[in-house]
């Protein structure tokens, strides 16, 4: 991505969103966008001002799923704007995704052919799950309609399907398994596993993430999805037990009946469209945010005295 274009990014006060926009605070001034507009419902985004010295940045208050109505040029799209609350499995929630989805394609009909990045989620593969169908319904159903768009020439886009992270801004997600776990670590020295402890995933460390996802705006025009996330597999046993061994906690796990899910990125072709490699492990990556969440705690208690 040139220093010249212009990055348009939905979601930015989200994990995803506040990840990416870490990672591009790191990058040398010559390789950041030279423009990028964050659009948010409260018109306010976290990292405004320590990307604001370096390129020209600005925030615009507007409610997604209103028709969009911003005069930004966007060259490059990054859509990372989704519930990613408890509630991104209800049907309400897919409904407001894809019509959001749906004003984003409206609008990128008088931009000139722009690179989007749409967020998607791993779970499209799990089609089978009617805990989630509703969200997997709505991502499969924008995938199509964007794939659609992309046919027309009318956009260039790149799918990727993100699967499970560790990073500093799951703090206030204690919905995701790794911030419930090290949360009651910290705060009661002990974890209760409630769903079924070998149930599968893979985590991927948010930075890299957030690299690969850069990337992928970065390179020729392709028409695979990409599987964000990490090939390694692992239990949240496996997750607990490191956590385990870093805090001391003890780990309990409560009965339950539910059948082990399978959740984990086959990243091959990715790895080799992106030209990229996993390189930080889930150890130093859980270690890390341990030691994030640790002094997180602390501050709130000191904010509190």
């Not at 994990?15 to 950041?32: E, H, M, R, T, W």
């Not at 956009?155 to 990073?167: A, E, V």
């Not at 790794?178 to 769903?195: K, P, R, Y």
Request: net charge neutral; proline share 3%.
């Amino acid at each position: 991505m040139q220093a010249h274009q212009s990055l348009l990014i939905t979601g930015p006060n989200g994990f995803v969103g506040q990840s990416y926009l870490q990672y591009l605070n790191s990058l040398p001034a010559d390789k950041i966008p030279g423009s990028i507009c964050l659009v948010t419902r409260s018109g306010h985004a976290n990292w405004l001002y320590e990307l604001e010295n370096k390129t020209n940045i600005s925030v615009l208050k507007c409610d997604l799923e209103n028709t969009w109505k911003f005069k930004f040029k966007a060259t490059h799209i990054a859509h990372f704007a989704a519930d990613g609350s408890e509630y991104a499995y209800s049907k309400d929630a897919s409904i407001k995704f894809n019509r959001i989805v749906g004003n984003l394609m409206d609008w990128t009909r008088d931009l000139n052919k722009p690179v989007i990045f749409f967020a998607s989620s791993g779970a499209c593969y799990s089609q089978n799950d009617e805990r989630k169908i509703e969200l997997i319904r709505s991502r499969l159903l924008a995938e199509k309609n964007l794939q659609n768009l992309h046919e027309e020439g009318i956009i260039d886009l790149r799918i990727g399907r993100l699967f499970s992270f560790i990073g500093n801004f799951l703090i206030k997600k204690p919905h995701y398994a790794v911030t419930a776990l090290v949360e009651m670590a910290l705060s009661n020295s002990l974890m209760e596993i409630l769903g079924n402890p070998l149930t599968i995933r893979s985590y991927l460390d948010a930075s890299e993430m957030s690299h690969w996802i850069h990337r992928a705006m970065e390179i020729e025009p392709i028409d695979q999805i990409l599987d964000i996330g990490s090939s390694k597999k692992l239990t949240i046993l496996d997750m607990a037990e490191e956590i385990s061994k870093l805090t001391g906690a003890e780990i309990r796990k409560v009965p339950n009946s539910g059948l082990p899910e399978n959740y984990f990125a086959n990243n091959a072709k990715t790895l080799e469209i992106l030209g990229v490699k996993q390189a930080i492990t889930w150890q130093n990556s859980l270690h890390t945010y341990i030691d994030f969440a640790r002094n997180w705690r602390l501050d709130a208690q000191n904010r509190i005295k």
